[in-house]
């Protein structure tokens, strides 16, 4: 088997497919960190809850008690609800 520099000298075409091949390789794996890192970030502010209360509350109106910009975080809208004029769709 021939060292890599020989088979570059006779194919110099091969040192530009490993060049973006290993650069394609290394956006990926950034791509992949970067993934990993925002969910990591979403979790703590996404699954954390809106209303707190005690263990044993009894009461359903307590435990459906969510406030409006908590919904529209975890839903993601893009505008707040408040926004949206309904009377300019006529």
Partial sequence: MKPIQEKLKEKPWLG??????TVLVVF???ML???IVQR???AVFA???AVT???Y???NS???NYSHVNMTHILKLPIQLSEVNITAAR
């Fill in 40 to 42: 990591r970030a979403e």
């Fill in 47 to 49: 699954y954390t809850p």
């Fill in 53 to 55: 209360f005690s263990e």
């Fill in 62 to 64: 307590v435990w459906g």
């Fill in 57 to 59: 509350e009894p009461r």
């Fill in 33 to 35: 960190a970067s993934s």
């Fill in 28 to 30: 990926m794996l950034g």
């Fill in 16 to 21: 530009w497919v490993i060049f973006f091949l």
